[in-house]
């Protein structure tokens, strides 16, 4: 049963993107949903109607399924189309993604039930790549199949590279986890190289935590930080802060208000010397200098973790 279009229930979704490249095949959908009033729907079950349209955002519907997942404390949700209880056809697979514009309508009950209110229609503008490959027989090593401004890992993806085939990602946490850091409470002692990597948050992370008498700082509130199920946090080196500003404005236009990232300082985890650390101001183009480890610097943290 569909309801009525509420054009007060927010509904923000990403492009989606290919989950695996084998049979039975299916695409990642990402998204935070929000009820009449505009307030996330956090930790709560729902379900979601996902319908391909072949040819218009009015023609026939040649998919359609149903999946029941549930949304975590921010409102954010993933499924995987492809993988649902299917109503309509048989499965992705069996579209002719080579011909013709396709459309994916989404319909929302907050409830978890089968009342959908209609969210809408939008053209799928990029072809799911594998599904477009099973039916052409193309493969292209070049395609990312993550993307900067993404939902995905617990966070924001801010990077996205290559390693020969392997892709690999930089995500940033939802949040600032906080905005009034100190470094480390300890100041005088330098750790030395295995804090000073440019580009290896992680190690830095292990260095400052396992440093005689650290107790508390910028890399502890990193390291104890978790979002959706990850563990694996840490305080980014002075290079991935850079790609972190780099990203600045995608972020911004994603998650928006006090979630993106702010005009201030933020905390790397790069050593300078004993009594300094690296540090990056987002106001105008990522200016890098060192201040005081322990005070009276108390600047922005974000967390990251790679894929």
Known sequence: MRKTYNPFLIFCFLIPLILNAQLPQAFNYQAIARNASGNAVVNQFISVEISIRD???????????????????????????????????????????????????????QTGGNNFTDMGTTELLSVPYALYAASSGATDSAVFVHYIGQLYGGGIVVAVWKDSTVEHGLIASLNDISTSSIWSNVSATQIGASAKSQFDGAQNTTAILGQSGATSGAAFLCHNYASGGYTDWYLPAIWELQQCWNAFMIVDKVLGGTSGFQLAYYWSSTEADSQNAWYSLFNYGNTVNSSGKSGPSLYNVRAVRRY
């Open 55 to 109: 040819g218009s955002p009015t023609a026939a519907i040649v998919y359609q399924e149903i999946d029941t997942t549930t949304t975590n404390q921010f409102g954010l949700f993933a499924i995987a189309v492809g993988l649902g209880q299917v109503q309509v056809g048989t499965s992705l697979s069996a579209i002719n993604w080579t011909t013709g514009n396709k459309y994916m309508q989404v319909g929302f009950d």
